[in-house]
């Protein structure tokens, strides 16, 4: 008896071991599925590429510690209002609050809109761990 509460002990140890180590991993940012999610949620309408196109949005290439309205797009109003109002450079702090609600940085943003000419709108993105991984991989954008 005493032979198999070593083993169980062991087996208990090991296992609280793996579980300590798979959750201080996933406590590191994973771009891969910060590229992923980047994919999913912001390529509809933001060029990931170094190609830096502006056909439905300004692009996200080396948007990390740039300043906001910097791109050369025609961003609204409501935007625009902001960025002269209270400038903003896009910190990892700044997008963490933007990708958790744009409405709360900026309201009225076009992005955040349910409209007929923009169907697919972005209202935020609840996860903090999803919100640390696409800001990783962002930061591979330079």
């Known amino acids: 008896m005493n032979k198999w509460r ?3 002990g062991g087996l208990v140890m090991l296992a609280s071991l793996a579980l300590v180590a798979g959750f201080w991993i996933r406590m590191q940012p994973d771009v891969h599925i910060g590229e992923l999610l980047a994919k999913n949620n912001c390529d509809v309408c933001h060029d990931l590429t170094r190609a830096k196109q502006t056909e439905k949005g300004p692009y996200l290439w080396g ?13 609204s109003g409501p935007f625009m209002d902001r960025i002269r109002e209270n400038p903003l450079i896009w910190t990892e702090e700044n997008l963490e609050r933007f990708v958790t609600n744009p409405v709360a940085i900026i309201p009225q943003i076009q992005m955040a809109q349910h409209t007929s000419e923009h169907p697919l709108a972005f209202e935020g993105m ?17």
């Open 126 to 142: 609840e996860s903090p761990t999803n919100r640390r991984d696409l800001i990783a991989w962002l930061k591979t954008l330079h």
């Open 6 to 8: 070593g083993v169980v």
């Open 63 to 75: 948007i990390v510690n740039r300043p906001a309205g910097s791109v050369d797009f025609p961003y």
